[in-house]
């Protein structure tokens, strides 16, 4: 058949047509389109229908998904002509039709590929009447706003829509052009009436026309959005160019890019610390200020800028002054003093800080604290402190990441950005009291930082860079080793600080506490003088304890009453001198709360003194044994810990078996009696293998019915043969018996050489007595 053969319009249509199913859409009437043939059996019925009179129809499937068999067809569609096929490489085929008429299926006459059907052609109804008049311009006016507000309609769309002289094919013709649903356009190639098919289609471009409202209000509120961005972008860009011809600072975040890219150039980085340092360089530079990243981009900068990571070591220092340093600062505490200044010359002369971890171990106000604070003044080094008591976080160490809200670094990493050095005195205080949780395990988290070989590449959570602190010279403080891990020890040289006696006490408020208390209250060195037996009175009879801390409140509290009699006396007198003595104290801190019977002696028969360590210092226990008539036992009582009950067992053991060895008491006695041994102040627990001894002793008192000697205290473990067994913390328990106006104490012949640990002025006056066996601490004792 020729391309450009005319088909006449009076051209009989046929009643019997083969039809074409069409997937996407109807086609309507009046249109000239390819379609693409895939399936073989419809390129068979083109072929079928060239060599006829080339008429087919196209009909629309109602489901896409179900195979096009009859039954899934509507009954309307379009009848078309086939103008020209083309072969496809695939084996499909392209024919362009032009569609004439609608058509309605009257029945199906073979309803599986090649499917055929007996069809009519009904009329139109058009009547040519004013109202279809307006609605075809009505169709052509708003099409018209619809076609120039949507790019996808071509200019040739728009001159063929004003060229249709027929209302149905305008409507036709709009409906296949409109993008709206295929069941849509359907129902309006059904209606052969022309008037109802326009106001179908009228109320499609309604729908269309508000599609487009909102996509072009849309689309504008991006572009608005779009242009303002560029707009703020490009008028930024000129105000760069325009401060820098005029000489004037960038904007923030230019000049804190300048800032940090000048300060970490300035560190000469290599490896690791580079790369990664640039890489948040170049991120913060790219990023947004108004980004949820900037923030957290630039602390991380300024953390890093601001950390001594090229700072200079000071290790020279000048020995004597540091001496002078310590001398002044604190009195007594020679031994210790002695240590930290070994400690100091050995590092002067090895030039290196690594390595140096001191653990100060001693009861609550001994000056462990000042005692840090010196050794930094003494060194001239930065000093930082902070407190780990009760920590259970080890973020608090170690610091959180960086992804987390609120994210901080760690305490060690804190403490060098305010020192700005890399070797200054760090101390950790209340190390014995950290705890362990969920959140982690802080002491762990220590073992890395005071681990020499370990901390020189110290790599916080928050900073994530390894940083050497090897240079800090860290001290730690704690009243025990009780409860410190043994892993934390071992990488601590410990030393202990004693208790203070009365006479230091009175040394060390003469020198330092009633200075301090003076100015702390407004009043000058002359308005108070305190004589030698007031200081000793209220070392006796209120701060009864192994510290200064109590002592210094004491003083603290007569200093606010003297300052409010000086306030309240009458202007123009005079200003008098207050002379301090026992009575003023008495008058001043009222009734004293310790008294001279409160220390503690062993008065009558079944009593001993025996001496305890505690966090808190040394301390003298009292221990009292009754017998009462009864069935044999052995009773209990004053918050015994496990192992100081084994030791009363084990001396009970050893007493009645020596009852009747040297003192031919037999068993009977024990038989016919319940004995009862109790430690007083049983409110505070009791613990620790140093009372055996002492528990032996008042036992066997009580037994032989002797009183033990007077101002005896004993220390020392025992064993079922008799043997006094070493015990520890011997410095604070001859602190505390020296407080209690002990003259002799027993100790154990193993600990002979901790005397030698033990100051001059507090062994002055007090007997020691070693011994290895039981039977010598009864030669003693009776």
């Known amino acids: 058949m ?14 019997k047509l083969p039809i074409i199913t069409l997937e996407g859409r109807p086609i309507f009437p009046g249109i000239f389109t ?32 179900t195979t ?3 039954d899934n067809l509507y009954t309307v569609g379009t009848i078309a002509k086939i103008v020209k096929k083309i072969n496809l490489p695939d084996g499909g085929i392209n024919i362009y039709i ?103 289609v009228l109320i499609y471009i309604k729908k ?64 690791e610390i580079k790369e ?24 991380w900068l300024e953390l890093v800028c601001s950390l001594p990571w090229n700072a200079p070591l000071s290790n020279d220092f000048d020995m004597k002054k540091a001496q002078e340093t310590l001398e002044a600062d604190h009195y007594g505490l020679q031994d210790v003093k002695d240590r930290i200044v070994e400690y100091l010359a050995v590092r002067k002369l090895k030039k290196d800080s690594k390595g140096s971890i001191l653990c100060l171990v001693g009861p609550p106000g001994v000056g462990k604290t000042s005692v840090g604070r010196s050794i930094a003044r003494a060194m001239g080094k930065q000093f930082f402190r902070f407190s780990v008591g009760g920590m259970r976080d080890e973020a608090e160490i170690k610091g959180h990441r960086r992804t987390y809200v609120g994210a901080l670094p760690g305490k060690i990493v804190q403490g060098l950005r305010i020192t700005k050095s890399r070797d200054p005195v760090f101390m950790i205080d209340e190390i014995d009291k950290m705890g362990a949780s969920y959140q982690g395990d802080p002491s762990s988290a220590l073992l890395e930082a005071l681990d020499p070989e370990q901390n020189f590449s110290f790599r916080d959570h928050y900073l994530d860079l390894p940083f050497d602190i090897s240079n800090i010279f860290f001290i730690t403080t704690a009243n025990t080793l009780d409860t410190i891990p043994r892993p934390l020890i071992d990488r601590m040289e410990v030393i202990q600080i004693p208790g203070y006696i009365d006479s230091e006490k009175i040394e060390i408020a003469r020198h330092y506490l009633i200075p301090k208390s003076l100015e702390k209250s407004g009043l000058k060195k002359g308005d108070v003088r305190y004589t030698r037996d007031a200081l000793l009175f209220i070392a006796d009879s209120y701060a009864r304890e192994a510290g200064v801390r109590d002592f210094e409140k004491y003083l603290d509290k007569i200093h606010r009453k003297i300052a409010k009699s000086i306030v309240l006396e009458e202007e123009g007198t005079e200003r008098k001198k207050f002379i301090v003595d026992k009575a003023a104290v008495q008058k001043y801190l009222g009734k004293p709360i310790f008294h001279p019977e409160d220390i503690k002696r062993a008065t009558r028969p079944g009593m001993a003194v025996g001496l305890a360590w505690t966090s808190l210092g040394g301390d003298t226990l009292l221990i009292e044994a009754v017998a009462n008539p009864g069935k044999e036992g052995f009773k209990l009582t004053g918050q015994m810990g496990s192992v100081m009950q084994e030791s009363a067992n084990i001396a009970y053991t050893y007493v009645r078996n020596l009852a009747a060895q040297m003192f031919g008491i037999g068993a009977d006695y024990f038989e016919g009696r319940q004995i009862h041994l109790h430690i007083p102040e049983g409110a505070t627990p009791k613990d620790g293998p140093s009372a055996g001894i002492t528990m032996a002793t008042a036992l066997l008192s009580l037994v032989i019915k002797k009183k033990i000697k007077d101002r005896l205290a004993m220390t020392g473990e025992l064993s079922l043969t008799g043997q006094v067994l070493p015990i520890g913390g011997l410095k604070e328990k001859t602190v505390a018996a020296k407080r209690n106006k002990i003259k002799d104490i027993i100790i154990p012949a193993a600990n002979l050489n901790d005397l030698d640990d033990i100051p001059e002025n507090v062994k002055k006056g007090i007997t020691f007595h070693p011994v290895e066996r039981m039977e010598e601490v009864i030669d003693i004792a009776f």
């Open 34 to 65: 390819p379609i693409m043939i895939a399936n073989q059996p419809d390129i068979l019925l083109v072929e079928q229908v060239l060599t006829g009179d080339g008429m087919i129809g196209l009909v629309l499937s109602k489901n896409e998904e």
């Open 2 to 15: 020729p391309d450009n053969e005319i088909i006449p319009i009076d051209q009989v249509l046929p009643t």
């Open 208 to 271: 269309e026309q508000e599609l487009l409202r909102i996509q072009k209000k849309v689309q504008a509120e991006i572009n608005e959005r779009i242009e303002k961005s560029q707009r703020e972008y490009f008028l930024r860009e000129e105000l760069k160019e325009i401060k820098e011809e005029l000489g004037m600072p960038a904007d923030a975040k230019s000049s804190d890019y300048q800032k940090f890219k000048s300060i970490i150039d300035s560190f000469g980085f290599e490896g």
């Open 276 to 299: 990664l340092t640039e890489q948040e360089l170049e991120k913060f530079n790219l990023m947004d200020s108004s980004s949820s990243e900037y923030m957290v981009t630039r602390n």
């Open 98 to 200: 032009s569609t004439l008429k609608r058509f309605q299926v009257k029945k199906f006459l073979a309803k599986e590929p090649p499917i055929v059907a007996a069809v009519e052609y009904p009329e139109e109804f058009n009547d040519d009447t004013d109202e279809v008049k307006a609605l075809t311009r009505a169709l052509l006016s708003e099409m018209k706003q619809v076609s120039e507000n949507n790019p996808l309609f071509s200019e040739e769309m728009r001159l063929n829509m004003v060229n249709i002289d027929n209302p149905g094919k305008i409507a036709d013709f709009i409906a296949s052009i409109l993008n709206i649903d295929k069941k849509d356009q359907q129902a309006v190639l059904e209606q052969f009436d022309v008037r109802a098919r326009m106001e179908q």
């Open 68 to 70: 096009p068999y009859a």
